[in-house]
């Protein structure tokens, strides 16, 4: 009998894939959005799999890697958020723009 350990069967590295960062095997969906999910936005492993094309397998998988690489995946997240974060600062939104725009056009007019 051979014996495949559970994560490898759900849980995959690929260089190039997903910044190389683990994810669901076969999927995009990287073992730090699961953790996000899951913790911050208060997702019951059932509801990620309603909204998602994934076994609750795969769910528990990523939460167990997670759990066992927390450091290391909480890293990742930082890293993430911190990238998110500069490209906002470095890049206006085109909607506020606009917005801001319209308001000193409606600044302008006289009123009656």
């Not at 998110?84 to 490209?87: A, E, K, P, R, Y």
């Given at each position: 009998m051979t014996y495949i350990p559970v994560l490898a069967e759900h849980?995959?590295?690929?260089?190039g894939v997903c910044g190389g960062k683990p994810r669901i095997a076969g999927h995009r969906?990287?073992?730090?959005?699961?953790a996000?999910?899951?913790e911050r936005m208060g997702l019951s492993p059932e509801e990620i799999?309603?909204?998602y094309p994934i076994t609750l397998s795969d769910v528990y998988a990523a939460l167990a890697y997670y759990h066992d690489h927390l450091e290391e995946i909480r890293q990742q997240i930082r890293e993430?958020?911190?990238i998110?974060?500069?490209?906002q600062a470095s890049t206006p939104s085109l909607l506020q723009e606009k917005l801001?725009?319209?308001?000193a056009a409606n600044d302008s007019i006289p009123p009656r």
């Open positions: 849980i995959e590295i690929t260089p969906i990287r073992v730090e959005d699961i996000i999910w899951h799999v309603g909204r993430d958020e911190a998110v974060q500069q490209m801001r725009q319209q308001n």
